[in-house]
């Protein structure tokens, strides 16, 4: 009888060895391969970072050297952009661009918010599944599609409503790109008014609210920072977008005097004019500038959004 079952524990004993064995294996294989993937990811982001930061810096130390040949002064509070004669201000490319945004975001918010509020708390859900997949088809459209559709829709019926002979300018421009950013700016306002917990509309209606006091009081008040957030995400689509803006602006480096006169902003000012110029010359700096001006635009924008996040992550 003993020696049956010393065989059976000597068995026992290496089965448990090979389980043990075999789960150490396992165990070592998930940490190389987690491992692995931690230096991978790892590696990635700094592949970005540094991508980043040469972009700033080729970009930066070119723009810069502009101000060797003039002065900021001059290139930022002069109207006169007259390559041929070396004269490179660019107060009215950036007055252009700053009041094609204000107008493009004063068409689109309220337009986009009152969807946003459509979605998430009035339409039925037969509505929401229909007008969520437009959004975020119109979200992938390619801007120069937009551009195409301004330029021969759009332009034709603003000559007619309004009588000018070209109808290139602002409006054109703003009424695009307020189509463009629209469906970016609902969708994330939509999301934001989602989350905003239900207990805060039950205890409205309980103190006799309607609906519409409910939306306007409680509801947007408590998702405003992911409604600014998206906001701002348009504005930063508004103020970078190039092809679109190319095709309906009129592209005459002059101050916009009213929505019709055709006109110029920093991005299609930079990609009408980039391909003409040397690169060792003041009026590719001048470019240059222009574009270091629209990257820290964004950086800015984008700053914000974080530290609006960040505040809203605390108040939760």
């Known amino acids: 009888m003993g020696a049956p079952v010393q065989n059976l524990a000597s068995r026992a004993q290496k089965s448990s060895l090979a389980e043990s064995s075999i789960s150490t294996k396992r165990h070592n294989r998930h940490l190389f391969s987690n491992t692995m993937f931690r230096y991978y990811f790892l590696f990635s982001i700094l592949a970005l970072c540094l991508v980043l930061g040469l972009v700033i810096v080729f970009i930066g130390k070119t723009a810069l050297l502009l101000f060797a040949h003039l002065s900021p002064l001059e290139f930022f509070f002069s109207f006169n952009w007259s390559p041929e004669e070396e004269a490179f201000g660019a107060a009215a490319f950036i007055v252009n661009t700053l009041s094609l945004t204000a107008l493009t975001l004063l068409i689109a918010v309220p337009v986009s918010v009152g969807m946003a509020v459509l979605c998430a708390e009035i339409a039925p859900k037969w509505l929401k599944g229909f007008i969520r ?117 009129g592209n005459t480096p002059q101050l916009a005097k009213t929505l019709f006169t055709p006109s110029s902003v920093l991005t299609s000012n930079i990609v009408m004019q980039i391909s003409n110029v040397e690169f060792d010359s003041t009026w590719n700096y001048a470019l240059h500038m222009m574009a270091f001006l629209l990257l820290l635009i964004s950086f800015v924008l984008i700053l914000i959004i974080r530290i609006l996040g960040r505040k809203r992550r605390d108040a939760a």
């Open 133 to 249: 997949p437009v959004l975020d088809l119109l979200v992938g459209i390619p801007s120069i599609v937009y551009g195409y559709l301004g330029l021969t829709v759009l332009l034709p019926f603003l000559r007619r409503v309004s009588g000018e002979g070209l109808g290139d300018g602002l409006l054109a421009a703003a009424l695009v790109l307020a189509l463009m950013v629209l469906p970016t700016i609902c969708r994330i306002s939509d999301d934001a008014i989602i989350a905003v917990p239900r207990k805060y509309r039950d205890a409205a209606y309980a103190l006799g609210s309607t609906r519409l006091q409910v939306i306007m009081r409680v509801v947007l008040p408590a998702a405003n920072r992911g409604i600014i957030s998206a906001i701002i995400l348009g504005m930063t689509r508004a103020v970078g977008e190039t092809m679109a803006v190319v095709m309906v602006i």
